[in-house]
């Protein structure tokens, strides 16, 4: 395991879920951590407990990475000391709704490709010329089992993590010849509040989604994050493809009871 003390990693999405759990298994590591979200209150409230983890370093600050003018901005006005990203998760991401193609409302559509494709590309755009510059740094994508397989009233979040999968793919060929190292971690069911958010805080029905079943925790996730991150220099993990032992693809799982 190679160490990861004194780098920078840039988390986006940290204040909840996969993000906060992977934030915390840096901080660990003693990295400086770069956090970013949507809810700034959530991040100022998780950096006693990163410091205390034993990260290096933390600066937090606020964006919604569906405005590239705002991405763009944000990364380069970063304090002095955590310019040269190291790491870069790009864990922001979300669903919206579970309804058929034709009956579904765009909106939904909208923010699902805005955040999980644009957003992915934006601050891939902004934080990847510096790693190239620089001669070093690891890309980390947040995708899914959803990208393998479409389920049913989900076809368009199905795409985005298709896209983020063939994204993901399409950038490790164009940094060949560079050191800079991706990696797509493609999780299955994680109890976080993504279903929370799926149904726009109808916890009945985000309730259901984990009933009678034993989901991954945002830990599992954010430990297979770190040991990417932490192979020797010359080891490349492309993907990690990760499920429950209840779950054998994106349609098929063991519900008990």
């Known amino acids: 395991m190679a160490s990861l003390q004194g780098k920078t990693v840039l988390i986006t999405g940290a204040s909840s879920g996969i993000g906060r759990a992977t934030a915390l298994a840096f901080a660990q590591e003693g990295v400086s951590l770069l956090l970013c979200a949507r809810r700034l209150d959530r991040l100022e409230e998780l950096q006693q407990a990163l410091s205390a983890a034993g990260a290096a370093s933390v600066h937090v600050f606020k964006l919604d990475v569906q405005h590239r003018a705002e991405v763009e901005s944000a990364i380069s006005n970063l304090p002095a000391g955590f310019r040269d990203i190291d790491i870069l998760v790009n864990n922001a991401g979300l669903s919206r709704g579970l309804a058929k193609l034709y009956e579904d409302d765009p909106q939904n559509w909208e923010e699902m490709i805005d955040t999980n494709v644009k ?50 793919e399409g950038l490790k060929i164009d940094l060949m010849g560079t050191p800079i190292r991706v990696t797509s971690i493609d999780a299955g069911m994680v109890e976080t509040d993504f279903s929370k958010v799926r149904f726009r805080g109808d916890e009945e029905k985000a309730a259901k989604i984990y009933q009678n079943i034993t989901p991954l925790q945002p830990e ?16 490349n993990i492309h993907n990690v493809l990760m499920t429950t032992i209840d779950q054998a693809n994106s349609t098929v799982f063991n519900r008990r009871g």
């Open 119 to 168: 957003g992915l590309l934006y601050v891939t755009r902004a934080v990847v010329p510096g790693m190239v510059a620089r001669g070093r740094g690891h890309v980390i994508n947040l995708g899914s089992t959803a990208a393998y397989i479409t389920y049913a009233n989900g076809a368009v979040y199905c795409a985005s993590k298709a896209a983020e999968k063939a994204i993901s």
């Open 220 to 235: 599992d996730v954010a430990e297979a994050i770190v040991w990417a991150a932490s192979r020797p220099p010359h080891v």
